[in-house]
């Protein structure tokens, strides 16, 4: 498992957290704990708030930050569509 994480933010809900050195089982690991964590956590105007998280692995993924950022963006429009939190 990666020892540090970093995130950053891009925009309004929207964060990225890199965390080098970890493999596709750390990563999505690491995602289940995030959405875990945020489940039931917040709410607004009597909504819960969700999550949808992607997961993108350097280099199988893409080998620079556009095609991983890209690859990321399928897994959480893809978790959004079959209605679960990671895809």
Known sequence: APATATVATEGLGRLWIVA???????????????ADATD?????R???LTVSIGVAVWPSDGEDAEALVEH???????ARAAGVRLA
């Open 20 to 34: 080098p050195g970890a493999g596709r089982g750390d990563a999505r690991a690491l995602g289940e704990r995030i």
């Open 40 to 44: 039931g956590a917040a709410a607004h």
């Open 46 to 48: 009597g909504v819960p």
């Open 72 to 78: 990321a963006d399928d897994g959480i429009f893809a």
